[in-house]
């Protein structure tokens, strides 16, 4: 009886782990749609629009190293109706000539009901050889800043998937 206690016990313990290994998003395919070819040598600019934002980038690949830098502007109709950034995640997923991922990097976290505006990242990530094509995906909560249940909250996101 205590042996079982035990292991019920263990399995709800790893269950609620924060620590445990997430869904590995290395394998996965990038739709053709969803993938920005990359252009080797020199520094290069574009740009990613959605209907929640518009992500301007540069990168630059150095050898076997990847170094992405951007600004994120949020639409006008997130930041006119809501106005609060209450979480923000952002990352891009490097992919072979076929769409599979080879890396998958976080590029920027924000939030925590901070004014909604233009958030700045940059980032050097390793380079696999065979690396064609880039995607990214996004996912954030936006409020109108009031707390509890009288508040008005807004979910958004894109998978590069």
């Known amino acids: 009886m205590v042996r079982y206690a035990l292991i019920v016990f263990a399995a ?8 445990m290994p997430k869904f590995s998003e290395i394998g996965r395919v990038v739709p053709p749609e969803k993938r920005i070819s990359l252009t080797h040598g020199g520094t290069q600019e574009g740009q990613w629009t959605t209907p929640d934002l518009t992500l301007a980038y540069r990168y630059e690949e150095t050898g076997n190293r ?35 991922t080879l890396v998958s990097q976080s590029l920027l976290t924000a939030g925590y009901r901070s004014p909604m505006g233009r958030l700045i990242f940059k980032r050097s990530i390793s380079l696999p050889t065979d690396t064609a094509a880039m995607a990214f995906g996004y ?23």
């Open 139 to 161: 996912s954030g909560k936006a409020s109108d800043g009031v707390s509890g249940d009288d508040g008005i909250n807004w979910h958004f996101g894109k998978t590069p998937f």
């Open 12 to 19: 709800v313990w790893f269950s609620s782990c924060q620590t």
């Open 66 to 100: 990847f170094t992405i830098s951007g600004t994120v502007y949020f639409a006008d109709a997130l930041q006119t109706g809501f106005g609060t950034l209450d979480r923000f995640f952002l990352k891009v997923v490097l992919v072979n000539g076929t769409g599979t």
